[in-house]
C-alpha cells in the first residue's frame, strides 16, 4: 500500500514541446505529492508539489494534475527547454495526522531528455 | 547558507568494514531523514528522526544504525559492509509545522562496497 508507481521510465522531447510524466499511488493516507528534479551527481530537489484539496497547481512552465478519484497525479513539462533535462521523482507523504513521520513515497524516476 | 551536507561524496569500502556517513543541517530543522537510492530506483528510507534523542526504521533499515544527538546531526552508520549496500545515499531534513512539507536534500554520498 505504499508504493507509488512511476511511467514512463524515460522521455525524449524536443525542445519546444510538452513532457508528461505519470504517477498513481495506493496509499489513500497520502496528503502530499511532491515532484522532484535531479541533476546528475546532484540530490533531488523540490520542483512543485500539490495537496488533494485542488485539482491542478501551475508554476511557470510546470504543472501538477491531480485527481484523487483515480489515484492518479501527472507532472507537464510546457516549452520543454534542454536545460529540464534531468530525472523526475514523483513522491507522496502523509499529512500530519498520518504515520508522523512524514517520509517521502518515491516513484521509480523518470529521466527526461529534451533535444534541441 | 549551507542547507544540508554530507561527507564523504566518494568511498569505497571492502566487504566486512564499517564506515559512518556524516550528515549536518543547518536550518534548525527536527525531521532528518535517510535514503538510499539505487540504478534506475527511486529512493528509499533507511532511517528517520523526529528529533534529537529520536530515531526509527524506514523501510529497509537492516545493516544500519543511526543516532541523533543534536539537532543538527544525523550520522549513518555500516557495520559489516556488503555488496548490497552499494549505493548513493542522502540524507534530507525538513520542518515540522503545519502546511510545511518540503524535505531539503543533501548532494548524497556515493558507496562502493566491493
Known amino acids: 500500500q505504499q508504493q507509488v508507481k512511476q511511467s514512463p521510465q524515460s522521455l525524449i522531447v524536443q525542445k519546444g514541446g510538452i513532457s508528461i510524466i505519470n504517477c498513481a499511488y495506493e496509499n489513500t493516507a497520502f496528503d502530499y505529492f511532491p515532484w522532484y528534479q535531479q541533476f546528475p551527481g546532484k540530490g533531488p530537489a523540490l520542483l512543485i508539489a500539490i495537496r488533494p484539496d485542488v485539482s491542478e497547481k501551475k508554476e511557470g512552465r510546470f504543472t501538477i494534475s491531480f485527481n484523487k478519484s483515480a489515484k492518479q497525479f501527472s507532472l507537464h513539462i510546457m516549452d520543454s527547454q534542454p536545460g529540464d533535462s534531468a530525472t523526475y521523482f514523483c513522491a507522496a507523504s502523509p499529512g500530519p495526522g498520518g504515520t508522523g513521520r512524514r517520509a517521502l513515497t518515491f516513484g521509480s524516476g523518470t529521466r527526461l531528455q529534451v533535444q534541441p | 547558507n549551507a542547507g544540508v551536507t554530507q561527507t564523504p561524496k566518494f568511498r569505497i569500502l571492502k566487504i566486512g568494514q564499517s564506515m559512518t556517513l556524516q550528515c549536518t543541517q543547518d536550518?534548525?530543522?527536527?525531521?532528518m531523514y535517510w535514503y538510499r537510492q539505487d540504478p534506475g530506483m527511486g529512493l528509499k528510507l533507511i532511517y528517520y528522526?523526529?528529533?534529537?534523542?529520536?530515531?526509527d526504521k524506514g523501510e529497509v533499515p537492516n545493516g544500519y544504525n543511526v543516532s541523533r544527538s543534536t539537532t543538527e546531526d544525523f550520522p549513518l552508520r555500516l557495520e559489516l559492509a556488503a555488496p548490497s549496500q552499494t549505493s548513493v545515499y542522502f540524507c534530507?531534513?525538513?520542518?515540522?509545522?503545519?502546511?510545511?512539507?518540503?524535505?531539503?536534500f543533501g548532494p548524497g554520498t556515493r558507496l562502493t562496497v566491493t
Open positions: 536550518m534548525n530543522h527536527n525531521y
Open positions: 528522526s523526529v528529533g534529537a534523542g529520536i530515531t
Open positions: 534530507a531534513s525538513s520542518y515540522l509545522a503545519p502546511g510545511i512539507y518540503e524535505q531539503y
